[in-house]
Every structure is written in C-alpha cells, then in structure tokens.
C-alpha cells in the first residue's frame, strides 16, 4: 500500500496520552485517505463496537509492528506522487 506503512488487518497500539493513560490495541479497518499530509486509519479497538479515525503519527511505531518491511516501508514513503500522472498528459500540437 502506497499509503502508509500499515495495511489492514494490522494490530496496532497508540502512544501514551491519546486516549488518557491507557494505550489501548486495536485493528485496521481500512486506510483512509492522505489528509493535511498524514495518513488516517479506521482503527477498530477492543471492546469497541465502532471504527474510530487515528492518525499515522498517533500509532506508537516501536509497539507496532508493520506489515511492511522498513525497505519496502521507505520505498512508498519516497514513491508518493499526484494522482495526476503527467506522463499520460497529452497537448494538442
């Protein structure tokens, strides 16, 4: 996925403080789309019956693991581009 670092059915856990002194473990759902530069998740937790939204950069990385391997993790950091593929972009001469 070239969205993120995580893909769903990942078992992530949040740094301390983001929902009081628990860090509570839950389920990727889905990636949402890149907003305000950040990758957001649909995040499912245990002993929740609903899907909250969780921001990259809320997941505390060392107790979660990636699906991806750091090599493949930094190739879809660095391989992010438009969705506009402006080799397909043909002028009229």
Wanted: aromatic share 6%.
């Amino acid at each position: 996925m070239a969205n993120g670092r995580y893909r769903p059915g990942d078992s992530i856990v949040l740094k301390p403080g983001i929902f009081g002194n628990a860090q509570p473990a839950g389920r990727i759902v889905s990636v949402l789309p890149v907003s305000q530069g950040v990758v957001h998740y649909r995040v499912r937790f245990q002993n929740e019956s609903f899907e909250r939204s969780v921001r990259q950069d809320d997941i505390d990385a060392a107790a979660s693991p990636s699906s991806l391997s750091p090599v493949q993790a930094e190739i879809s950091q660095t391989s992010k581009s438009s969705w506009i593929n402006s080799n397909s972009i043909r002028t009229k001469k």
